[in-house]
């Protein structure tokens, strides 16, 4: 098993160009997440879906959108990059069984937006 | 929103010292969570704790889930150079709707080890 798997894994972008993040993961997790680390601010939640066809907001969703066509991938796009989205970004994936909320990381990706 | 305040923000020890970090909450959680982060990598997850009390161990790593249920703590004994990293908690507050879904994340504690 891959686990998580984040592609890729370093971009640098020009202010106002677009690109999509893909995130996949083998474990046949229902729920999956994409956060962002910024120094000092640790991990913020952006989108998450839980399931195949939904997505829904986290704390810091402007300027971002997703998408979850299948179980297994989960797309973070950015339409317009701005300078204030430089940061490293996370897709993690959870199990949905019982009460267990272990949320599983990817590698991250590295956006520079100058 | 709900906040976690994870101390200490850093600190430096020598190598074979126990290490103690905590976390603490104004609102109640239902689980606990510690992870590690490695330089340039994803957040590992080394404990999972699930009820008030609860106190569970992974080699040399303990943390136990606060009898309030509003803090954790996370011990580290006789370290060694690997243990450098960041560690965060996170919890989860809710057994259903939104709160059930996400995790609240501290912002972590960097830790340094002095060979």
């Known amino acids: 098993n891959a686990g998580v798997t984040q592609t890729p894994k370093f971009r640098v972008l020009k202010t106002g160009q677009s690109m999509t993040l893909l995130c996949a993961q083998d474990m046949n997790h229902e729920y999956m997440y994409w956060y962002r680390q910024d120094p000092g601010m640790g991990l913020r939640l952006i989108h998450y879906s839980v399931g195949e066809g939904t997505t829904a907001k986290g704390e810091v969703p402007d300027g971002y959108n997703v998408s979850r066509l299948k179980k297994q991938n989960f797309l973070l796009g950015l339409e317009s990059a701005a300078p204030s989205q430089t940061s490293v970004y996370f897709c993690a994936s959870r199990l949905m069984v019982g009460l267990t909320y272990e949320q599983y990381f990817g590698p991250g990706t590295r956006l520079t937006v100058t | 929103g709900q906040q976690l305040n994870q101390s200490p923000q850093s600190m430096f020890i020598q190598e074979g010292e126990d290490v103690s970090m905590n976390c603490t909450s104004s609102s109640i959680f239902n689980t606990w969570l510690w992870y590690k982060q490695d330089p340039g990598e994803g957040p590992v997850l080394l404990i999972a704790?699930?009820?008030?009390?609860e106190l569970t161990s992974n080699g040399r790593l303990t943390a136990q889930f606060g009898i309030t249920r509003k803090d954790s703590f996370l011990n580290i004994s006789a370290s060694i150079p690997s243990d450098v990293g960041i560690y965060f908690c996170?919890?989860?507050?809710?057994?259903?709707?939104?709160?059930?879904?996400?995790?609240?994340f501290g912002k972590g504690t960097k830790l340094s080890v002095i060979p």
């Open positions: 704790l699930y009820k008030a009390g």
């Open positions: 996170a919890g989860q507050s809710g057994y259903s709707g939104a709160g059930s879904y996400q995790l609240t």
